[in-house]
């Protein structure tokens, strides 16, 4: 994952979900399960819908853009790779402080796009159609469902890791023109 900080500004590129990986054990009213994004389903996910927004913590009162405007979004062999340019303050203080912590999605099953399936005891949802409707940035005030979102921001401007997916990719934190406007 690349991400830039330039005063109040950050472009961040990564990937929100590496698709046929499993999720961590979640829970519902129905007890516990694991769910994995199906290759495809983000593709036709994001035919449907022509505007995804980009929220913090998936708050519908903290929308950063979306495909419309600042973010780009497409399924390719790894998963659901997002590019965005997000002029937020918050956003950018967390950038610089380490404290994003990784990617999620909201969405909605589709009739037919889940089918069920059974491995190491629990329930596998494996989910091969969506709606997507949100990608949100997450801080510390959230966890992601997927090891394979986390970002890791090293303080000395050194390496973001994208748990398993990418490796050693950079950081910027370019503070010159902070105050600038």
Do not use: C
Request: aromatic residues 6%; without cysteine.
């Amino acid at each position: 994952m690349k991400v830039r900080v330039r005063g109040d500004i950050v472009e961040i590129e990564g990937y929100v979900n590496a698709v046929e990986r499993k999720s961590k054990t979640l829970s519902d009213r129905f007890g516990d399960f694991v769910e994995r994004i199906k290759a495809g389903a983000f593709g036709r996910a994001l035919k449907k819908n022509p505007n995804v927004r980009i929220l913090l913590n998936h708050n519908w009162d903290r929308d950063l853009g979306g495909t419309d405007s600042n973010l780009k979004l497409e399924e390719d062999n790894i998963g659901l790779h997002a590019k965005a340019t997000i002029n937020d303050r918050e956003v950018a203080e967390d950038a610089r402080n380490g404290n994003l912590v990784g990617w999620s999605f909201g969405f909605a099953d589709v009739e037919g796009g889940v089918e069920i399936t059974q491995e190491e005891g629990l329930p596998v949802r494996n989910v091969k159609d969506l709606e997507l409707y949100e990608v949100s940035l997450l801080n510390r005030k959230a966890i992601p469902a997927y090891d394979g979102t986390l970002v890791t921001v090293r303080a000395d401007g050194g390496n973001v890791n994208l748990a398993g997916v990418e490796e050693f990719k950079d950081i910027e934190i370019d503070d010159e023109d902070a105050g600038e406007e």
